[in-house]
């Protein structure tokens, strides 16, 4: 059980946009914590995709961005691509007692 | 260019201790502001974060695993050294060093390849 909630799975057809949410609690997104965003394609590394600020590092293409409101956080993924599929990833810091940083239970993205 | 890799062994044996070394290049853990952490992935589930040092020498490690793990760096060797003591098959994972920049807020910007280590006798 993540401390952050994701659904286990969504999908779309190529061109079309998707949203991943990500929910949290008081302790860590409803406290304002940054909540980053990591796509995590078979048999590699997780790889950043959204970092503090909801901005993108180098090389992340504008079709990803992220957004925050109260205890959740959603990352959308426009003009949907064939490569986009992958699992994704998000994570926050809690204040609580489970531990600096925590991770959601990871979203399958699938490309119809 | 920063890069970062796991070294150690693919198994071992249940109430053994774990040793993980992650070689880094392309930045200084002497430099204020970088960190290094350790995370876990067990086959099919999600990521685990372990534990975490940074430049200055301050520590952190999970909650629920602070019993079993040290982590320690070596400057000088640009090496950071992760142990996790009294391993069991639920702890049969790929383990992940990973860095963390202030100027990217806490997030992890790269990653090692990982290496996976099984746990069993």
């Known amino acids: 059980q993540s401390v952050l909630t994701q659904p286990p799975s969504v999908s779309g057809a190529p061109g079309q946009r998707v949203t991943i949410s990500c929910t949290g609690t008081?302790?860590?997104?409803?406290?304002?914590?940054?909540v980053y965003w990591y796509q995590q394609l078979p048999g590699t590394a997780p790889k950043l995709l959204i970092h503090?600020?909801?901005d993108r590092p180098s090389g992340v293409p504008a079709r990803f961005s992220a957004s925050k409101s109260g205890t959740s956080a959603s990352l959308a993924i426009t003009g949907l691509q064939s490569d986009d599929e992958a699992d994704y990833y998000c994570?926050?810091?809690?204040?609580?007692?489970?531990?600096?940083?925590?991770f959601g239970g990871g979203t399958k993205l699938t490309v119809l | 260019q920063v890069t970062l890799k796991e070294s150690g062994p693919a198994q071992v044996e249940p109430t053994q201790t774990l040793t993980l070394t992650c070689t880094f290049s392309?930045?200084?853990?002497?430099?204020?502001?970088?960190?290094v952490s350790w995370i876990r992935q067990p086959p099919g589930k999600t990521l685990e974060w372990l534990a975490r040092?940074?430049?200055?020498?301050?520590?952190f490690y999970s909650t629920s695993l602070k019993t079993r793990l040290t982590i320690f760096k070596d400057t000088s060797k640009n090496q950071v050294v992760l142990t996790m003591s009294n391993m069991d098959p639920v702890d049969t994972a790929t383990y992940y060093c990973?860095?963390?920049?202030?100027?990217?807020?806490?997030?992890?910007?790269?990653w090692g390849q990982g290496i996976l280590v099984t746990v069993s006798s």
């Open positions: 994570q926050s810091y809690d204040s609580g007692l489970t531990g600096l940083v925590v």
């Open positions: 392309g930045f200084s853990l002497s430099t204020s502001g970088m960190r």
């Open positions: 008081s302790s860590n997104i409803g406290a304002d914590y940054d």
């Open positions: 503090g600020n909801g």
């Open positions: 040092i940074d430049w200055d020498d301050d520590k």
């Open positions: 990973a860095r963390m920049d202030d100027r990217s807020g806490y997030s992890f910007d790269y």
